[in-house]
């Protein structure tokens, strides 16, 4: 990767309105993002698609959307009051903090010494109700809820074991250094399941969930040879996990981790049934044996999954003798499917056609873009930097100059830059796929 591969992902995301820098008419405000037009698509596309893949076609789960703020007696159960926290060192000459596991013996910025290291913990406080409320926080992830809401889908739904709980939401860190762009940040999204299985069950269900992951990725578009697998070792697990796999990504500035699988055993029931004074045991109807189901835990998150994309879709070639960047997404995310010009903007009869095909396209497709901004060379520029991977272009000959091509039209191929012939009908197969 050339060194300044990150430089030029970065600079694309905002040119292009993927991803803006949180309040940036204010100064910006370190750790926060906004996403833009492209972006958003990008991110809604692979959250429905995880969605689809984990949730609606499959037996064995169900979704909940729990609340960001909890109970804090919730987040005292899992141990995230007392124990969710990075190292923190102060310079004592420019007083900057920086995470201790992250920096050498003395401050980057200024060279000064570091005071003794203490324990910052990450969750974001906040008062709840009128004056002098109640302390609560953002939830630092979305297993929480999930976990808290265990007896009313066993209640609701009466799920037969293994079963899984998924969530998609936003959670909330307080890091010391946000940094990398959106690899940290502190506000993100995370994709959660829990897995409940028989405890004697769990080395299965594991394995299985180890390769789902790996189709995840292959179903977004991350190349498998970008990612690996690494065994955590038990002094570098969380409190709650009895096994973890960290997937690690080889990002731009470095091979970081972009999902996590852990076997956090019955360490969260146990803790929340202690603590609520709820009944969490699952009752098995054909032994009538009561018992708390150990849990197997995929998580994943969007905004990695993002920056994952990017970096390993962005490319840069010569095409036609010039110089071009452009984003190889796999159409399954690609924000835009397609795009539609008129070979002229300035024939009424072009456009009107064009306008038609349009139209027709979006009913089966309604991520297509219509462009008739500039001539045709810029607009495959355009679509390429955006990652759309056909261009569609409507002719004279669609019009039926040349009777043996009329209601056909130009199909171009992002990444080859190949343009074909295809009828109508072909057309929103190939790109609806």
Not at 27 to 51: A, H, M, R, V
Not at 164 to 171: E, V
Not at 274 to 303: C, W
Not at 320 to 336: C, D, H, M, Q
Request: negative net charge; charged residues 30%.
């Amino acid at each position: 990767m050339p060194e300044d591969r990150m430089e030029k992902i970065v600079s694309l995301a905002k040119r292009r309105g993927f991803i803006y820098p949180g309040s940036e008419i204010y100064g910006g405000f370190s750790g926060f993002w906004d996403y833009g037009p492209y972006g958003i698509e990008l991110k809604n596309n692979i959250k429905q698609l995880w969605w689809r893949m984990f949730v609606q076609e499959r037996e064995d789960m169900c979704g909940v959307d729990a609340a960001i703020i909890m109970n804090p007696e919730a987040w005292k159960a899992s141990g995230h009051v007392a124990g969710f926290a990075d190292p923190l060192v102060e310079c004592t000459k420019c007083k900057r903090r920086f995470r201790a596991d992250q920096v050498g013996d003395t401050c980057p910025e200024c060279g000064g010494s570091f005071g003794e290291v203490r324990q910052f913990n990450m969750m974001f406080s906040t008062q709840v109700g009128a004056a002098d409320g109640a302390l609560s926080y953002l939830r630092p992830e979305t297993a929480g809820g999930i976990f808290a809401n265990f007896k009313n889908v066993v209640d609701s739904l009466h799920p037969k074991l293994p079963f899984g709980i998924a969530q998609i939401g936003k959670a909330f860190r307080n890091e010391i250094a946000p940094r990398d762009f959106v690899f940290r940040s502190r506000e993100f999204e995370q994709m959660e399941i829990e897995y409940f299985v028989r405890p004697g069950e769990w080395e299965a269900a594991f394995e299985e969930w180890r390769e789902q992951v790996h189709a995840f990725n292959e179903a977004v578009g991350i190349p498998r040879s970008l990612v690996h697998e690494i065994e955590v070792a038990p002094e570098d697990r969380a409190h709650y996990s009895k096994r973890t796999i960290d997937f690690e990504f080889d990002f731009p500035f470095g091979r970081k981790e972009l999902y996590g699988l852990a076997y956090r055993t019955d360490f969260d029931l146990k803790a929340h049934a202690q603590a609520s004074g709820a009944d969490l045991t699952y009752l098995d109807e054909s032994s009538k044996e009561r018992f708390l189901p150990h849990v197997i835990e995929p998580s994943f998150g969007v905004d990695r999954t993002v920056l994952a994309l990017l970096s390993a879709a962005y490319a840069e070639d010569d095409l036609g003798g010039e110089s071009r960047t452009y984003l190889k997404f796999n159409p399954a995310v690609a924000p835009i499917k397609a795009a539609v010009f008129p070979l002229l903007k300035n024939k009424p009869e072009l456009v009107a056609k064009a306008r038609e095909v349009y139209a027709m396209l979006k009913k089966s497709v309604p991520q297509v873009m219509w462009d008739d901004n500039g001539n045709i060379g810029k607009r495959y520029r355009r679509q390429d930097e955006i990652g759309t991977p056909y261009c569609i272009t409507v002719d004279f000959d669609t019009l039926g100059e040349k009777p043996e091509l009329k209601d056909t039209v130009t199909l171009r191929d992002r990444d080859t830059g190949r343009q074909e012939r295809v009828a109508l009908a072909e057309m929103i197969a190939r790109v609806a796929v």
